[in-house]
């Protein structure tokens, strides 16, 4: 066990321990809604993942932006590729053929179509519609933020090519913000005038703004930390987010309007999760090891946890035998595939880029002028 990478990682110094503890609040939120909706309006941790990843992939960008240096699209776009699609692609195959075995005679329902193979497979499959498969449901997500790979770089990259350098912060700041009011603005159009479909769960353009925020946190934290550090009174800034989750939780829970949670519940909801981030982003919570070694596996377990839930139902019932179950057994899974898959392509991750961009730039110096 000692020799478990997760030791290495939440025993890191350099590590946020904060971010930990919030991806892992994310996936038990995730996984327990997931069981019969144990946990009512679970599915909030996606958001929570969605700001989390705002923060991180904004924080890769912000550091090449911060120091001059050209934002590369190709090395991005694989880095993050080296992370993401690994699993992902494996999990697409090998739970193809578990859902097939367990799920043909029972739930042939489970089985992705071959019509929608390709959907999955060049992650488009959250605007496709129905039928949805439960155990490949989680996927939807995925492809939000691979598109939010491909829009977030350009966005920086278009900033660096036609803004002079003394404008280019302020630009930035204000296309993240116009961004988050976007995502707004498309759940109130998307909802008001698309008449029988009125989803706004799914589709990219109506989460774009969690992930704007993620990236609006990184900025502030990046550009003005210092104040936030030595501001005494961060505290405050979680407790005020902490209180309109609260509250936006009771008014959705006791009122249960649909125009609420389609349009407003999913803005109010990332904006408190920004500001719990903000409130406790410099707080020590290295203590909380337990979560911070789920939140490790949280990639996952978020991909895997779904497909079992069928079996273990038909089995053990809504139980808290099959509870015990289904989180066990998929935790277990996740760690398998973490191990197996993921961990074992991002070592090799550092390496192959080097390759790839060092030997393009040799090329590059090399080539004779005309």
Same mark, same amino acid.
């Given at each position: 066990m000692a020799q478990l990478k997760v030791f290495k990682a939440i025993n890191d110094p350099n590590r946020n321990t904060c971010i930990d503890v919030f991806r892992g609040i994310a996936i038990l939120s995730v996984v327990l809604y997931h069981f019969n909706k144990i946990l009512p309006l679970g599915y909030i941790g996606v958001d929570l993942f969605f700001v989390v990843s705002g923060l991180l992939i904004g924080g890769i960008l912000t550091a090449e932006f911060k120091n001059g240096n050209k934002i590369n699209f190709p090395k991005f776009f694989l880095q993050r590729g080296f992370k993401i699609w690994p699993s992902y692609?494996?999990?697409?195959?090998?739970?193809?053929?578990?859902?097939?075995?367990?799920y043909r005679h029972t739930?042939?329902?489970?089985?992705?179509?071959?019509?929608?193979?390709?959907?999955?497979?060049?992650?488009?499959?959250?605007?496709?519609?129905?039928?949805?498969?439960?155990?490949?449901?989680?996927?939807?997500?995925?492809?939000?933020?691979e598109h939010f790979y491909i829009l977030l770089p350009v966005l920086y990259l278009a900033i660096q090519y036609f803004i002079p350098q003394k404008y280019q912060l302020k630009t930035l700041f204000v296309f993240v913000l116009i961004t988050i009011l976007a995502g707004l603005m498309a759940r109130y159009f998307t909802y008001t005038f698309r008449g029988h479909d009125r989803d706004t769960y799914f589709g990219t353009h109506n989460r774009i703004d969690a992930l704007a925020l993620g990236v609006l946190l990184n900025l502030i934290i990046t550009y003005y930390g210092e104040k936030i550090r030595h501001f005494g009174k961060s505290i405050y800034i979680f407790i005020a987010g902490l209180l309109l989750l609260i509250a936006a939780i009771y008014f959705q829970l006791h009122f249960n309007y649909e125009w609420f949670e389609k349009i407003y519940f999913r803005t109010i909801i990332p904006v408190a999760f920004f500001l719990m981030l903000m409130g406790t982003y410099y707080v020590n919570l290295s203590r909380l090891k337990l979560?911070?070694?789920?939140?490790? %596996?949280?990639?996952?377990? #978020? !991909?895997?946890?779904?497909?079992?839930?069928?079996?273990?139902?038909?089995?053990?019932?809504?139980?808290? %035998?099959?509870?015990?179950? #289904? !989180?066990?057994?998929?935790?277990?899974?996740?760690?398998?595939?973490?191990?197996?898959?993921?961990e074992k392509f991002l070592s090799k991750r550092k390496n192959v880029l080097n390759k790839i961009f060092n030997n393009k730039e040799k090329q590059l110096i090399l080539k004779p002028e005309k």
């Open positions: 692609y494996s999990f697409l195959l090998i739970g193809s053929v578990l859902v097939f075995f367990f739930d042939p329902g489970e089985i992705i179509p071959v019509w929608q193979l390709k959907c999955y497979l060049f992650f488009y499959r959250n605007y496709t519609g129905a039928p949805f498969s439960w155990s490949f449901n989680p996927t939807w997500s995925l492809c939000v933020e979560i911070r070694f789920i939140a490790y %596996y949280s990639y996952n377990w #978020y !991909l895997w946890h779904a497909l079992f839930y069928i079996c273990i139902v038909r089995y053990l019932g809504n139980t808290i %035998y099959g509870l015990i179950t #289904y !989180l066990l057994s998929t935790f277990l899974v996740a760690m398998a595939a973490t191990i197996f898959v993921e």
